[in-house]
């Protein structure tokens, strides 16, 4: 079975800078896709950011620019820097591990709450 533990959420300015970390126990972490999703209050869950096994990255056009996402195999950590926050990205954050790509499972970690406000 695959665990996610999110971390790093927090209550934060707008302009200010959050790093969530998500960090992975179980299954194959260097094969698998993993992403940052978010939900706002009344909204459907979105793509934040993904990256692939060879480290490709694709982002949301919302966070172009402001937004990294990385990882560490060896940590089975995937991180994503948030920089010049807006109010508009206050949401629960869930990290995503995907490996249906071969024949594998996708699982969710619990979220982590980010509040942009003044």
């Known amino acids: 079975q695959v665990q996610l533990v999110e971390s790093g959420g927090d209550l934060v300015q707008p302009g200010g800078s959050l790093r969530l970390s998500c960090l992975v126990s179980g299954g194959l972490f260097s094969m698998a896709t993993m992403g940052w999703y978010r939900q706002a209050p009344g909204k459907e869950r979105e793509v934040v950011a993904k990256i692939i096994s060879a480290g490709h990255t694709h982002y949301a056009d919302f966070v172009k620019g402001r937004f990294t996402i990385s990882r560490d195999n060896a940590k089975k950590t995937v991180f994503l820097q948030m920089n010049s926050l807006k109010p508009e990205d206050t949401a629960i954050y869930y990290c995503?591990?995907?490996?249906?790509?071969?024949?594998?499972?996708?699982?969710w970690g619990q979220g982590t709450q980010v509040t942009v406000s003044s």
């Open positions: 995503n591990y995907d490996t249906s790509y071969r024949g594998g499972a996708s699982f």
